[in-house]
């Protein structure tokens, strides 16, 4: 397997020592895979509510002999959720490979410092939406492999930038869009792909539905949290634990719920149902819809202000409609023979033989991967795209980003996938973009 660079450079730093003590010297052959120096270091950057999964998915993976990563720093700005993440890795190492057999875990309240280390290869990146870009491009121009959670970024122009740093630097990056890793999806859009289903149509894309308010009223900071941090590229608002997250427990947080560090369902949700979608259409890697209309519900319901109902419809070049609305999550294609939907867990056809299509040599065959964070670190080592990589990631969230520009301007939009632009529309153009607060400019 081809080695990260950071591995690389460790050993350049082995055979060194090695050439000034060599009878203390034990090459890595004899040492096997798991020798350090041929270790995969990753960092965690954000350790809440999804971070804490994605973090223990690289801890539990990194630990097959073949993969050979282990998981040495975190960073939160709450900075006790990044000391909680450094003791429950540690006790996984403790419990998995025996006292003294691992190394100490650094815990960081800010990720810049975790990333200004040489010895750390990869990252996750499990930040609110607003952050993402701001710690994405600063991963990738310190050379580190990126596990970044959906949505890509907040803003299409972000996402245009955090796919330019990706390349520029030679990074790997995987998208937490997990249900590309998933048999039951895959064999769907192969499915669509090859026309078992007959012309495709039309595709019918359902997300769930935000619910509940928040009181706005300030609060003071707590000690613990660099709140100025949090708020990164954003402006300054007060503080209240609604708005960031419970600081006693793991669960939903508020932002979620809040425009400006997250656009709501259409890109929670969306980015997964709309990332399917795309791959079924073969417009995943580098096109999206040339038109949408899109109307959303916006109630008052106090600190909350995402769209909570929203009903769309979108065309691409091919003349395929894709038709959106709230409900249970699932994608649904439709052909002029026969329909296919799937969601988590669950597939169904209007003929339950297309499920058992034995595929032929000659058709599209997709990326397979089991396992998504498996195969983040995979490809850290094989120096390979993942099955969801950067342009991937980008493309799918720019669906749901002009959806929710569609919404908020409430009239048809004209896109262009190839440039990246509304069509003759400076309003909608604006909005592609937000003014980044200094210094957390991307």
Known sequence: MTQSRSV?????????????????????????QNAPSNTLRIGSIGTGRMGRGDMREAVYRGLDSKLNARVVAVADVNIKRA???KDTIEDIYEKKLGAGKYESVKAYQDFRELLARDDIDGVTISTPDHQHALCGVAAANAGKDIYIQKPFTYSIVEGQKL????????????????????????RVCELVRNEYIGKLQSVEVVIPTDRGRADPAPMPVPENLNYDLWMGPTSVEPYCEARV??????????????EKYCRGM?????????????????????SGPISITAKG?????????????????????NGVKMISHNGDAGVKFI????????????????????????????????????????NF??????????????????????????????????????????????????????????????????
């Open 8 to 32: 690389v450079r460790r050993r350049t730093v082995l055979k060194a020592a090695a050439a000034i003590s060599a009878p203390y010297f034990v090459p890595a052959h004899v040492l096997g």
């Open 83 to 85: 000391q909680q993440a």
């Open 163 to 186: 796919v330019a740093a990706v390349r520029k630097n030679k990074v790997v990056l995987q998208t937490g869009s997990q249900q590309r890793s998933d048999q039951r999806f895959r």
């Open 245 to 258: 997250h419970s600081h006693h427990h793991y669960n939903r947080p508020g932002w979620l719920q809040i």
């Open 266 to 286: 259409i890109t929670g949700w969306g980015a997964h149902m709309y990332d399917i979608a795309q791959w079924g259409l073969g417009t995943d890697f580098d």
């Open 297 to 317: 519900e916006f109630p008052d319901r106090g600190l909350f202000d995402v769209h909570v109902g929203y009903s769309a419809e979108a065309e691409y070049a």
């Open 335 to 374: 052909g002029d023979k026969a329909w296919v939907w799937v969601t988590r867990g669950k597939w169904d056809a209007s003929d339950k033989d297309i499920l058992r299509t034995q595929f032929k040599d000659s058709d599209i065959h997709l990326s397979v991967s089991r396992n998504h964070m498996m």
């Open 377 to 442: 670190l995979e490809c850290m080592r094989t120096r390979k795209d993942p099955i969801a990589p950067a342009e991937v990631g980008h493309r799918s969230n720019s669906v749901c980003v002009i959806h929710h520009i569609a919404m908020k301007l409430g009239r048809k939009l004209q896109w262009d996938p190839k440039t990246e632009q509304f069509v003759n529309d400076a309003e909608a153009n604006k909005m592609l973009d937000f003014d980044h607060r200094e210094p957390y400019t991307v």
